[in-house]
């Protein structure tokens, strides 16, 4: 898989925290990265050679983007030649060796990235009705910001929910072909606007969601099962607002 995903899961302060306030940005950076390369030479006059184990997606003549740690020779590029899943020669002027990757703009002509979304409270269903279709730029970057769909589903009118967790299916796509999904890590989504560190703690942490094996949640109830840790049947209308300030923790509602 060529797809490098940043979770929205934080470490503050030393403490990992999967629940976000799905009112905020729910943001998952994405970095495409087709092949890499292991080493640059140089090749023939204005040319470079790329030490790559796999040539499958690419050929003489097609476009590719190049990234490089060293940042001589990132840009689009044209491939000169290649030696099947050993080099591909492009143009440039060689100044040293790096490290890097290589985006087939040409063998995987309509990149796209597609989304699923599946609630992980009611067995795993898949929440969207629709696969999320996102292109990313030339360079392989995409943002995604998932909060306005989460807060959405969250605040249906015939289902509202305080809290939901989540997964995505993540699906690298192009015309004819496409790789296996890349399932991410469960998030807890909690329908509130706004998120404080807590000394100590990072967004949520303090009250909400923790790892099996961890500490106790502010209710007293030891949790090892990934769910809420807090009681919500004081909750009345939709949470404006979620501050972690301490013990107790302290809502606001309408």
């Known amino acids: 898989m060529s797809l490098l995903i940043t979770p929205v899961e934080k470490t503050v302060n030393g403490l990992l925290t999967k629940a976000i ?6 943001r998952y950076v994405m970095a495409r990265e087709d092949l890499a390369f292991t080493v640059v030479a140089a090749g023939g ?28 020779y990132t840009g689009i590029n044209t491939i000169i030649s290649l030696v099947l899943d050993t080099s591909i020669t ?35 269903v898949k929440l969207t009705s629709s696969v999320l279709k996102y292109v990313p730029n030339q360079a392989g ?3 995604v910001d998932l909060s306005s769909i989460i807060g959405g589903l969250m605040s249906d009118p015939d289902n509202t929910l305080f809290s939901l967790q989540y997964h ?12 296996s999904p890349q399932t ?4 807890q989504a909690i329908l509130a606007e706004e998120q404080l ?17 961890q500490t106790f949640d ?29 013990e107790p923790v302290t809502y606001n509602t309408d």
């Not at 306030?21 to 729910?26: M, N, P, S, Y």
């Not at 492009?90 to 599946?118: H, K, P």
């Open 168 to 179: 995505l299916d993540v699906t690298e796509v192009w015309s004819g072909s496409s790789e």
């Open 45 to 72: 006059a204005g040319e470079i050679v790329l030490t790559v184990a796999s040539t499958t997606d690419f050929a003489a003549n097609d476009r590719v983007f190049i990234f490089d740690d060293a940042g001589n």
């Open 184 to 187: 991410t890590t469960t998030i």
């Open 21 to 26: 306030a799905a009112k905020t940005q729910i």
């Open 141 to 143: 970057l995409l943002t």
């Open 218 to 246: 502010h209710t007293g109830s030891y949790n090892t099962g990934g769910d809420l840790g807090i009681a919500v049947d004081i909750l009345v209308g939709d949470v404006r607002s979620l501050f972690i300030v301490g």
């Open 90 to 124: 492009v143009s440039g002027t060689f100044g040293a060796t790096s490290t890097g990757y290589i985006n087939a703009l040409t063998g995987r002509a309509n990149y796209n990235v597609q989304i699923d979304i599946f609630d992980d409270d009611n067995g795993g």
């Open 197 to 213: 560190l807590h000394t100590g703690g990072a967004l949520m942490w303090e009250a909400l969601l923790r790892e099996s094996g």
